[in-house]
Nanobody, 118 residues
Framework: QVQLVESGGGLVQAGGSLRLSCAASGRSFSLNSAGWYRQAPGKQRELVASVTRSGTTNYADSVKGRFTISKDNAKNTVYLQMNSLQPEDTGVYYC????????????WGQGTQVTVSS
């Protein structure tokens, strides 16, 4: 059974930072790609950052220079360091493990709420 457990969300003021974690069991991040998605109220879920099994990262334009995705294969955990947070970063953040972020399938975490106040 594959399980992804996110943590690290919360309430932060604009300009602040948070670090999200996603711990996996049942599948390895070293053999798969990982992505962080967010879903703002009333909007579709969007991919904000991803990392391939070889470590190549990719970011949505809206978060480039502010967010950093990383992974610790020994801990089977993926992180999302979020700096200079803005109110528009508010949403539920989901972790995904899949062969690739660009097709369907894979596994999702339960989500963690991030709220940025102005």
């Amino acid at each position: 059974q594959v399980q992804l457990v996110e943590s690290g969300g919360g309430l932060v003021q604009a300009g602040g930072s948070l670090r999200l974690s996603c711990a996996a069991s049942g599948r390895s991040f070293s053999l798969n790609s990982a992505g962080w998605y967010r879903q703002a109220p009333g909007k579709q879920r969007e991919l904000v950052a991803s990392v391939t099994r070889s470590g190549t990262t990719n970011y949505a334009d809206s978060v480039k220079g502010r967010f950093t995705i990383s992974k610790d294969n020994a801990k089977n955990t993926v992180y999302l360091q979020m700096n200079s947070l803005q109110p528009e970063d508010t949403g539920v953040y989901y972790c995904r493990l899949a062969t690739t972020m660009y097709t369907s399938g894979g596994y999702w975490g339960q989500g963690t709420q991030v709220t940025v106040s102005s």
